[in-house]
């Protein structure tokens, strides 16, 4: 039976506009690759939605552990259909953020796929009229770093990603001491100010690069303005080197720049 949200993204897609909650151009090839090649067991999936990334990972090979975190209870109700028959597929009904507590979700009008527990700016609105907020819904909030003994399993490698919408920064965090055990991150960005105190790209590169001693393996694009197509956010994927790759890729750079 089709769902609620195919209907309403099959009429979207005749208009041009896509509601996908993670970015239609990424190749999921390329990033279970590099889930391999960095021996990824567990993706921690934050702000799933209605379960399009895992999906997306199932079909493009990962085989490992998936946990899926939504908070609002209508996509949550799909996220639980598409991962019902898998049995290394988990999903748990809360938001992260910085604090524990109860938080209030504002929802938005493309089928949920915009919410955010941040106040939308205008330009975010004038871009995607259809994203607007329609109400609101409670959420469970809770820090990463005090559920993470109950999700991760010891020695396993652990890949977070978020699509929170400007709130990625509190989702890090809420991590605390255990942000520098995953091994890879892949978080949705804003280029621009869409959501009020948002993360922006600039930042967000920072906080991994220097912070967490991540290294940048992909961008991503994502949300284009129609109007004038300009991208407005895009998803930036970083894994943690070990010594060995880091000293050939610093060796290599030298060469790089005598070959200009």
């Given at each position: ?8 993204r099959?009429t979207?897609?005749?208009?041009g506009i ?55 209870s ?15 597929w ?5 938001a ?5 507590g109860?938080?209030?979700?504002n ?23 259809h994203?607007?907020?329609?109400g609101?819904?409670p ?5 990463l ?30 991590a ?32 991994m ?10 961008v ?41």
């Amino acid at each position: 039976m089709t769902t609620l949200l195919h209907r309403v993204r099959s009429t979207a897609q005749r208009f041009g506009i896509d509601i996908s909650r993670y970015p239609a151009s990424w190749a999921g090839p390329q990033l279970v690759q590099l889930l391999r090649r960095f021996e990824i067991d567990l993706v921690l999936d934050v702000g799933a939605h209605a379960g399009g990334y895992g999906t997306m990972l199932r079909r493009s090979g990962f085989n490992g552990r998936i946990v899926s975190f939504e908070p609002l209870s209508r996509p949550r109700a799909e996220l639980r259909h598409v991962s019902a028959e898998d049995p290394h597929w988990t999903v748990l009904p809360y938001a992260l953020g910085a604090e524990r507590g109860t938080a209030t979700m504002n929802v938005a009008g493309n089928a949920g796929a915009s919410s955010s527990v941040l106040p939308m700016l205008a330009r975010h609105r004038a871009a995607a009229p259809h994203a607007s907020y329609t109400g609101e819904q409670p959420a469970e909030m809770h820090r990463l770093d005090e559920l993470w003994e109950q999700i991760v399993a010891p020695g396993e490698r652990v890949f977070l990603k978020m699509d929170v919408q400007g709130y990625e920064d509190r989702v890090l965090r809420g991590a605390g001491e255990r942000a520098a055990e995953c091994s890879g991150i892949q978080s949705e960005t804003s280029l621009v100010p869409l959501y009020e105190g948002g993360l922006l790209f600039n930042d967000a590169l920072e906080q991994m690069q220097s912070r967490l001693g991540m290294t940048l393996m992909s961008v991503v694009p994502g949300f284009t303005d129609p109007r004038t197509g300009q991208m407005l956010q895009c998803d930036i994927v970083l894994f943690r080197e070990d010594r060995e790759d880091r000293a050939a890729r610093e060796e290599a750079l030298p060469a790089a720049r005598s070959a200009r």
